[in-house]
């Protein structure tokens, strides 16, 4: 039997999470460390790989001191990472960029090309990734013809996790759900997509080793076991993505199951046994496993425009705390009397993908407060997740128990909580625990070890959920008022381009 405590390690955009799990899947010790987003150039967002790197092992180093004794009884440390990153380094693995970062929006005009190119749509359904600046295929298209010198004197290009996982053990090596996220990974092959790579102008040798989610190194490394005070019989498993992950963690792992994250950002993801892909390319699919794939997609705009709208209220009147905004959003009838609230402040990823889309109000009168407008910005991130919900769905045999699980910080408010019930007219289940994808690594981690036979068994301890009923009085109401949100986001997509020129003179 394998020791049963594990680590789980989230390298997130914003910070770093270690966390350590008894055999119930209980935290019982966790460290965290932050870094910055380096955005000093217009549409740019890097960070230093060195200083992820640092906050990596200063976390887990902390996390295995706070742990005293228990630290004895760890069997394995899993990973859990954001996605899409790009660093290029050379032949003694050195970076010779930042890492580039999901949200860097430089290559949009190769995003853009590809997407009006008649092999853009085939190029999704091989690789399963929108054609979005995000995706590091249009970044290296970026790098090679805005830094020519780095682009050809770089011997690999990786991930923030693969360059964590060489300095640790002397190789490069990437698992499918990250090479899924690249835009360079074949679905069918499961291997590196040839017309993606010509594309890019980059050959396999140039990347990272596909391993699956489930590989894992043996024992520690000499460097890994002197940094991180743990004992050299450790393991350590691959793991895989935030996203996936994320959905194991919650527990939405049976097909069907909704998983809903808010946070600054956002997602809609659920797992089914094959991969479903949407016909306009509108939605992602990445792999947790060979045998679970996980389609939905990401948001720009979550908790970010409960910020913008706290801050121009606190700006004007100084307001209060967000849980009072929140409050305020509940003195606004459901519908917010028909004002509608576009809640792309920083452009969109799904279901536009357009880095050009801006925010708007739609339906203003004299008679609506701003009561109304805090609950139709509450609305308006809701409904942007149930139209990527509703892509999903067309693909899937929906069934009649779907169970919606959420997560992030938009728990803290009761307000939101129940709009995400009432506008997917679904019970939603909320776990006391809150590092998901840190969770969710473990458990994929002691799948890859053999100590569980089935992906989705976790301990009945952890299972525990507050739930949010919809309340069927409402659901007319937000029935009809998607239809008109639809409508107005088709009708304002083709004036973006227009507004996004003029904003930028």
Not at 18 to 41: R, T
Not at 148 to 160: E, L, R
Not at 371 to 396: C, P, W
């Amino acid at each position: 039997m394998l020791k049963s405590y594990a680590l789980g390690i989230d390298i997130g955009t914003t910070s770093t999470k270690v966390v350590l799990f008894d055999e119930k899947g209980a935290a019982v010790a966790h460290h965290s460390k932050n870094y910055p987003l380096l955005a000093e150039i217009p549409g740019s967002a890097e960070q230093n790989p060195d200083e992820i790197y640092e906050a990596v092992i200063y976390s887990l180093r902390e996390t295995v001191r706070k742990s005293g004794d228990l630290a004895e009884k760890i069997g394995f440390i899993s990973f859990s990472t954001a996605m899409h990153s790009l660093i290029a380094v050379d032949a003694e693995g050195k970076p010779l960029t930042n890492s580039i970062t999901w949200a860097d929006t430089r290559s949009e005009s190769y995003a853009f090309a590809a997407r009006s190119s008649a092999e853009g749509l085939d190029l999704y359904k091989r690789t399963g990734v929108p054609l979005h600046p995000m995706t590091p295929l249009f970044k290296l298209q970026w790098l090679k013809n805005e830094q020519p010198d780095i682009f050809k004197n770089a011997a690999k290009f990786v991930g923030i996790k693969e360059y964590i996982l060489y300095r640790w053990f002397g190789e490069w090596a990437i698992d499918y759900a990250s090479a899924a996220a690249m835009g360079l990974w074949n679905m069918q092959t499961l291997d590196w997509d040839q017309e993606a790579l010509e594309m890019a102008d980059v050959t396999a040798e140039k990347l990272p080793e596909i391993k699956p989610t489930t590989f894992y190194w043996d024992s520690l490394s000499v460097t890994l076991e002197k940094l991180s005070g743990l004992d050299s019989s450790v393991k350590v498993v691959i793991g895989a993505t935030d996203g996936p992950l994320s959905n194991l963690g919650v527990g939405a792992i049976s097909p069907g199951d909704v998983a809903v994250t808010i946070g600054t950002s956002g997602a809609i993801r659920t797992i089914s046994k094959t991969p479903i892909l949407d016909a306009e390319g509108r939605t992602f699919c990445y792999p947790l496993t060979e045998k679970h794939w996980v389609s939905g997609g990401p948001v720009n705009n979550g908790g970010i425009a409960f910020q913008w709208v706290h801050d121009v209220f606190t700006e004007v009147e100084k307001e209060g705390s967000y849980e009072k905004l929140s409050k305020r959003a509940d003195a606004a009838p459901p519908g917010s009397d028909g004002l509608i609230f576009l809640p792309h402040l920083t452009g969109e990823r799904a279901p536009l993908w357009d880095a050009q889309a801006k925010g708007s109000f739609i339906g203003l009168t004299l008679r609506h407060k701003k009561d109304h407008m805090v609950r139709a910005v509450l609305e308006g991130t809701i409904f942007n997740l149930y139209q990527v919900y509703s892509l999903v769905k067309t693909q899937t045999q929906e069934k009649a128990d779907v169970k919606i699980f959420a997560t992030g910080g938009f728990t803290n408010s009761p307000a939101w909580k129940q709009i995400l019930a009432d506008v997917f007219q679904k019970e939603v289940n909320i776990p006391e625990h809150t590092e998901s994808s840190c969770l969710g690594a473990v458990q994929l981690g002691r799948f890859a070890l053999d100590e569980t036979d089935v992906l989705q068994e976790v301990s009945e301890e952890i299972k525990q959920y507050s739930t949010v009923m919809p309340n069927t009085e409402h659901a007319e109401t937000y029935g009809e008022l998607f239809t008109i949100y639809q409508n107005v986001s088709d009708a304002l997509a083709s004036q973006y381009k227009a507004i996004h020129e003029f904003q930028n003179k």
